[in-house]
Nanobody, 133 residues
């Protein structure tokens, strides 16, 4: 299982970024996916979730509602997070996570606010988002 995040960078407050998570090693279209972040000195924090299937229902943490949009491209096995109106509090490393412990090979997990649990890769790179003027 591979999850490769990209798209993070330094951006000014009020700016936008689009994060990507390229996946391989599992049937991407069959699983719900999430974005999770970790700010400096803090624990993992769930950001957003998108279900599998045609409905691809989406859910957001309160801080992300109205600013972030999660999406997926099953043909490309890729997850996205469009982030608008960024603030300094969005500074964090962003990770993608899977809605199952694939092959028992995943490590840490986080709960979303809707009864779901999402698993992160044991060796994860993430993508750094820094919001600063």
């Amino acid at each position: 299982v591979q999850l490769v995040e990209s798209g993070g960078s330094l951006v000014q407050p009020g700016g936008s970024l689009r994060l990507s998570c390229a996946t391989s090693g599992f049937t991407f279209s069959s699983y719900g996916m999430s974005w999770v972040r970790q700010a400096p000195g803090k624990g993992l924090e769930w950001v957003s979730r998108i279900n599998a299937g045609r409905s691809a229902t989406t859910y957001y943490a309160d801080f992300a509602k109205g600013r972030f949009t999660i999406s997926r491209d099953n043909a490309k096995n890729t997850l996205y997070l469009q982030m608008n109106r960024l603030t300094t509090e969005d500074t964090a490393v962003y990770y993608c996570a899977i809605g199952a412990n694939i092959y028992g090979a995943m490590c840490e997990s986080v709960q979303d606010g809707y009864g779901g649990r999402y698993f992160l890769a044991c060796f994860r790179q993430g993508t750094q988002v820094t919001v600063s003027s």
